[in-house]
């Protein structure tokens, strides 16, 4: 099979086409024909070798961590009868998604819902998983003013979709004009431009006397910063990523001062929930295939894995990026 291969850590274009032998699905696994792949931040930053958050994988590697797709072949004691079933899973970090083949236990499928492409299906089953946590701490209501930054990402539009469906009054952080007329799209009330000088000015005026009453936060720096300091007082502030790549700065003042609450939203403790991160993932899936939430998706060819790249991590994509192959249809 062919495959996306990294054999040495450093910039986008170190991801190149490989030929590899094709994976067998081992007992109690099944072998995948791949038909998206979803790409991740996190992918980015184990290419370019920065261990500091995540483990790095030993060399050469194929990365990505989920993916959609038939069932091709199956292992010792698993039943036939997933044979030419449409399936999405999350594969754990660099476990080698950006590839035309690939194995996972029959136990962390999910059979994708018929109404659902394979591209949609793999944007879930992680980032609609991450939306759904991070709306579930939040619980917001109709009375509630939230303010998103990276409205425009994978699990942002998702976000913006979310709030603005129980009512509350959403605003949302992003960059061109594109992407804030996808935030917009997604149902948020205001767009705003973060890479202005004074976005923070536009955010109030676009108010109209209203309170920040919650953030949601996936940037981190000083973007975040600069969110949290327009929550008004009893605010809230959900974490649930860096993308900046340096962690929002919540100081004890914030806290105690400003009696804001902070909360993270993502981590080992999504797991000890009822159900745990599987139940987590399901639902993810039923809202997408019943409309109540609708991913984004920005699809490049499996081939284009280096340009992928290059494009999320220079913020010229919109949505959750999905590599499909380069021989066959998303779904």
Do not use: N
Request: hydrophobic share 50%; proline share 5%; net charge neutral.
């Amino acid at each position: 099979m062919r495959a996306i291969r990294l054999h040495a850590f450093g910039s986008a274009d170190l991801l190149r086409w490989d030929e590899v032998p094709d994976p067998a699905a081992g007992p109690g696994q099944v072998r995948i024909a791949v038909r998206a792949a979803g790409v991740h931040l996190v992918d980015a930053v184990i290419r370019r070798g920065c261990g500091q958050w995540v483990p790095l994988p030993d060399l050469p590697t194929t990365p990505g961590s989920e993916v959609a797709g038939v069932v091709d072949a199956v292992g010792a004691g698993v039943d036939p009868s997933w044979l030419g079933v449409r399936v999405v899973t999350q594969l754990g970090l660099a476990s080698g998604g950006y590839a035309e083949l690939a194995v996972r236990e029959v136990g962390a499928l999910h059979v994708v819902p018929p109404v659902l492409g394979f591209a949609a299906a793999v944007a879930m089953i992680c980032t609609g998983s991450t939306a759904l946590g991070v709306l579930d701490a939040a619980a917001f209501s109709p009375d509630d003013v939230v303010l998103v930054t990276g409205a425009a990402g994978g699990v942002g539009t998702l976000l913006v979709q979310g709030i603005s469906r129980v009512g509350a009054f959403v605003v949302g952080l992003s960059g061109c004009a594109e992407k804030r007329r996808a935030v917009l799209r997604a149902g948020a009330a205001v767009a705003v431009d973060y890479r202005r000088d004074g976005w923070q000015g536009d955010v109030v005026a676009q108010l109209g006397g209203r309170e920040v009453s919650a953030v949601l936060d996936g940037v981190g720096g000083e973007v975040g910063r600069g969110a949290l300091d327009l929550l008004a007082p009893g605010g809230r502030l959900v974490m649930f990523g860096a993308s900046s790549g340096e962690l929002v700065r919540v100081s004890t003042a914030d806290l105690f001062e400003r009696s804001l609450t902070a909360t993270v939203a993502v981590g080992p403790h999504v797991a000890r929930r009822a159900g745990g991160l599987r139940a987590l993932e399901a639902r993810a899936l039923g809202e997408a295939a019943s409309g109540r939430l609708t991913p984004v998706v920005h699809t490049f060819l499996l081939g284009e894995a280096a340009r992928a790249h290059a494009a999320m991590e220079s913020r010229h994509t919109v949505g959750k990026v999905v590599l499909v192959p380069d021989a066959a249809p998303c779904g």
